[in-house]
């Protein structure tokens, strides 16, 4: 079956430590995303890719980091700039890129907690 | 405030009851798009309907679209307890090639 794979979906760190979350996809789909969630509020984008080896800031881009390195992968790193790092976060792709033609497919998302 | 907007916050009904979710939005659109996210889930795509639609079904979902009004509706007839969810709108801008997501409603279906 085709999807999008998230991991851990429990993490938790340390304020002051940097750590990457997992997002792996089988679609073969171009596009990419890495959103925020935080309760009560609607999602927000962090980072985008349309192809591989290219990456866009979102709305709430600042002390995150990406990589796209390869077509299934699109890992993101919270790092210890982010001032409040705790929140769920969802990876997505879709088959067309930023015009939003197409829907977004969802992992089941990573619950990140630092204290 | 945000793009999309749902209202109700909250819906609580029985079983087989109809549930009603509006959105509203500010600007142009060039789809409206929603999505079901169940507790401590990633969200699943249900309907995307395009500006120049005005209605679109499946299965047991119907939803509206009235750009005059910059507002959509997303039905769901004979409810079950298995909809007890939160439910997102997101608007696909015409201009600036961004997807807004509303802060949802939560719907709770009493067996």
């Known amino acids: 079956d085709g999807g999008i794979t998230q991991s851990p979906k429990y993490l938790f760190r340390k304020e002051g430590q940097n750590v990457t979350l997992s997002c792996e996809q089988n679609?073969?789909?171009?596009?990419m995303y890495w959103y925020r969630q935080d309760p009560g509020q609607g999602l927000r984008l962090i980072y985008y890719?349309?192809?591989?080896?290219?990456?866009q800031k979102g709305d709430i881009a600042e002390g995150y980091s990406v990589s796209r390195e390869k077509k299934e992968s699109f890992p993101l790193t919270v790092t210890s700039a982010q001032k409040n790092p705790t929140a769920f976060y969802l990876c997505a792709s879709s088959m067309t890129g930023i015009t939003y033609n197409s829907p977004l497919h969802f992992g089941n998302g990573t619950r990140l907690t630092v204290t | 405030s945000q793009q999309g907007e749902e209202d109700p916050q909250a819906l609580s009904i029985q079983e087989g009851e109809n549930a009603t979710m509006n959105c509203s939005y500010k600007?142009?659109?060039?789809?409206l798009q929603w999505y079901r996210q169940n507790s401590g889930r990633g969200l699943v795509h249900l309907i995307l309907?395009?500006?120049?639609?005005r209605e679109k079904h499946s299965g047991r979902l119907r939803v509206t679209l009235d750009t005059s009004k910059k507002s959509s509706s997303l039905l769901i007839t004979a409810s079950r307890a298995a909809d007890t969810a939160s439910y997102f709108c997101a608007t696909a801008m015409e201009y600036g090639n961004k997807l807004v997501f509303g802060a949802g409603t939560i719907l709770r279906v009493k067996s």
């Open positions: 309907i395009r500006s120049n639609e």
């Open positions: 600007t142009s659109i060039n789809n």
């Open positions: 679609l073969n789909h171009d596009a």
């Open positions: 890719s349309q192809i591989v080896n290219d990456f």
